[in-house]
């Protein structure tokens, strides 16, 4: 297996072979690949940039006749996420390093998102300073900061690119082994308000067996765990806080997506889902809220967290798209309602307490659960019945002989007991 090296070589190809050179002396085979376009190439390629825009279904010649830059970058960077998923189908990659500016970032980090967890991917970038989210999604991306300008071998990018081809060679020749233990993975997605739920429930899985992810439903974690479900990673899924679905809907700053609640059902994973913290929206510092928020009820979390209510028309479109999402479920699931309140601010006497726009959550996933599994229970989100509830369905859930257990079922908060009716 190889590195795949990539960079416009038009206008990093001396920095490239830099690169090349002192990871071949690391004792590593280096595939190069040319991501530029319209300049000439100032060293030769392994993967030359006319293979690169037919991997992506064009051609070097469209491109330049075209003249337009951000086009020729995008198409580099589907050209280059396509060529690393088959190199790494095929076997023949064993980590991705890039050089770039805005347009070389843009490529490189194309490709290493397309890699799965585990898969060395770094990223020397002039951007890694700044806000890189976007670069990085829900990936295991290294970002190194340039700190000067990729251009030229100098003082300061000697050492920079020497460290970024020893840090590879790190990761690929001393990549952390397979634990002979390993137990089935389960994702759980916890926020502050919503932590004693998912703590206990996390405690019964792992009693089971099952070792737990915890997801912190902050927009980037939601990502995260949808991309390792879709890599098949992933026995269960106890996705009891769907927050993020509420700041995709509202606009809030912690959004995960639309595609949020997707992969699981998708891919026949079973998944016990309940609404945890959809009675907000996140917003930064007072100051920070869009007026047209003006005149909404608004909890202050802390200094950089301000919380705002959901309204009975926002809850029930909430509950409308959690139920339709989790119908689709090709495997197994089961949708929970805590009927007492969904986070540690919405029960009685808390600022969040709203038994209208509760209603109008669950009454909405009433209307649209369709075939899957709806139990009701008369507790909090928060009360330990509910957590011993969730975390044992997901467990008969995974089971391999679990059994259908009808549509619509109510819960003793006292026993975890169901009935249930068609």
């Known amino acids: 297996m190889k590195i795949f090296l990539l960079a416009t070589l038009d206008t990093k190809g001396v920095e490239a072979q830099f690169v090349r050179e002192r990871l071949q002396q690391l004792g590593l085979a280096v595939t190069l690949v040319d991501c530029g376009c319209l300049g000439q190439p100032q060293v030769p390629a392994d993967v030359g940039r006319a293979e690169l825009f037919a991997a992506a279904g064009t051609t070097l010649e469209a491109l330049r006749l075209a003249g337009d830059r951000g086009q020729a970058v995008a198409q580099a960077a589907e050209g280059a996420r396509r060529i690393a998923r088959q190199a790494f189908e095929q076997?023949?990659?064993a980590g991705v390093l890039a050089l770039g500016g805005s347009a070389g970032?843009?490529?490189g980090t194309s490709?290493?998102?397309?890699?799965?967890l585990g898969v060395p991917k770094l990223m020397v970038s002039t951007l890694a300073s700044g806000q890189v989210r976007p670069y990085v999604g829900d990936k295991d991306i290294l970002m190194l900061n340039s700190v000067v300008d990729i251009a030229g071998i100098n003082r300061i990018s000697r050492q920079v690119l020497g460290n970024a081809a020893a840090a590879m060679a790190g990761m690929v020749q001393h990549a952390m082994p397979s634990a002979a233990d390993e137990r089935p993975l389960v994702a759980a997605t916890m926020f502050g308000v919503t932590t004693p739920c998912v703590e206990r429930a996390r405690q019964t899985l792992?009693?089971?067996?099952?070792?737990?992810?915890v997801f912190h439903a902050t927009g980037n974690g939601g990502q995260a765990m949808e991309s390792l479900i879709r890599d098949g990673l992933l026995a269960g899924v106890l996705d009891l806080t769907t927050t993020e679905l509420a700041d995709e809907l509202v606009g809030?700053?912690?959004?995960?997506?639309?595609?949020?609640?997707?992969?699981a059902a998708s891919a026949g994973v079973p998944q016990v889902v309940s609404v945890g913290a959809t009675d907000m929206v996140n917003f930064g510092p007072p100051e920070t809220i869009p007026p047209r928020f003006a005149g909404r009820k608004f909890h202050h979390h802390n200094p950089t967290?301000?919380?705002?209510?959901?309204?009975?028309d926002e809850c029930a479109a909430l509950g409308r798209e959690i139920a339709r999402k989790v119908a689709t479920s090709k495997g197994p699931a089961v949708i929970c309602l805590p009927l007492l309140g969904v986070s540690a601010i919405d029960r009685a006497g808390q600022p969040f307490d709203d038994p209208a726009a509760r209603e109008a959550l669950f009454q909405g996933i009433r209307q649209q659960h369709g075939p899957v599994e709806l139990v009701e229970l008369p507790c909090h989100?928060?009360?330990?019945q509910f957590a011993d509830f969730a975390a044992q369905r997901l467990i008969e859930l995974m089971a391999p002989a679990a059994e259908p257990r009808g549509n619509t079922s109510s819960a003793?908060?006292?026993?975890g007991q169901s009935r249930t009716s068609q």
Not at 111 to 116: D, H, K, N
Not at 252 to 258: F, H
């Open 91 to 93: 076997g023949k990659l």
């Open 105 to 107: 970032t843009t490529i």
């Open 111 to 116: 490709a290493m998102r397309e890699l799965p």
């Open 206 to 213: 792992e009693r089971a067996g099952y070792e737990v992810l």
């Open 252 to 263: 809030g700053i912690l959004s995960a997506g639309p595609e949020r609640l997707t992969a």
């Open 305 to 312: 967290v301000t919380l705002m209510r959901t309204t009975a």
């Open 381 to 384: 989100i928060n009360d330990p």
């Open 412 to 415: 003793n908060a006292t026993t």
